[in-house]
């Protein structure tokens, strides 16, 4: 992939919506109503647009490494106060991926000095190895990344304040298959569940 890659996709990108709808980006001017605010990973396999196939203007999205959510993050208190107060979206989507290097590398406890700055926040999302006899997979482990995230967020004051009515609904992509698995903590499976400790 080189620029001029960029520009040819794009100039295909155009053509999609303009042959559907003449007016497509002139609408999009108009403003956005998306109904999900998503905390993704930044990694380059898992765009929460492009493996829903979801159109512009449904999601909000906020992306950093591991989707962690920090409560110094500035970034992302300011992202979601605006999705919750401006936007009203329906659900906040804490969305990881199986094969993350950030969890990996937390999990192994990279020492990589110019990583630490974010890694500390993604190992502390990461189960005392000490206080339970699992077998931790990669997977696993991404898994209960998300779980933290999405009890994070609940205690995040910008959520408690802002955040009533509001959705927080976990998903893990599975690179493997392509297949996005939704969890509702609601209705959490028993292997969920006692990963969890709930
Ligand atoms: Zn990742």
């Not at 699992?134 to 408690?160: G, I, Y």
Request: contains cysteine; aromatic residues 10%.
């Amino acid at each position: 992939m080189d620029i001029q890659d960029l520009k040819k996709k794009n100039v295909n990108f155009k053509k999609k919506w303009l042959d559907t709808d003449p007016d497509y980006f002139e609408k999009l001017t108009q403003g956005q109503d998306p109904d999900f605010l998503v905390l993704a990973c930044s990694d380059s396999r898992v765009c929460p647009t492009t493996v829903t196939e979801m159109e512009p203007g449904h999601m909000f999205i906020h992306r950093n490494v591991a989707n962690q959510v920090v409560e110094s993050d500035e970034s992302f208190a300011a992202g979601l106060y605006y999705a919750l107060v401006h936007l009203k979206v329906k659900y906040v989507l804490i969305n990881g991926h199986t094969n993350c290097g950030g969890v990996q590398a937390a999990w192994e406890n990279n020492d990589e000095e110019g990583l630490q700055g974010w890694l500390k926040y993604v190992k502390d999302s990461m189960p005392d190895p000490e206080a339970t006899d699992k077998e931790w997979t990669l997977e696993k482990l991404a898994k209960f990344n998300v779980m933290v995230q999405m009890k994070r967020l609940q205690k995040h004051p910008v959520f408690q304040e802002h955040g009533e009515g509001v959705s927080i609904i976990g998903a893990l992509f599975d690179l493997k298959t392509g297949s996005l698995d939704v969890f509702d903590p609601d209705n959490l499976t028993e292997e969920d569940r006692e990963m969890l400790g709930y």
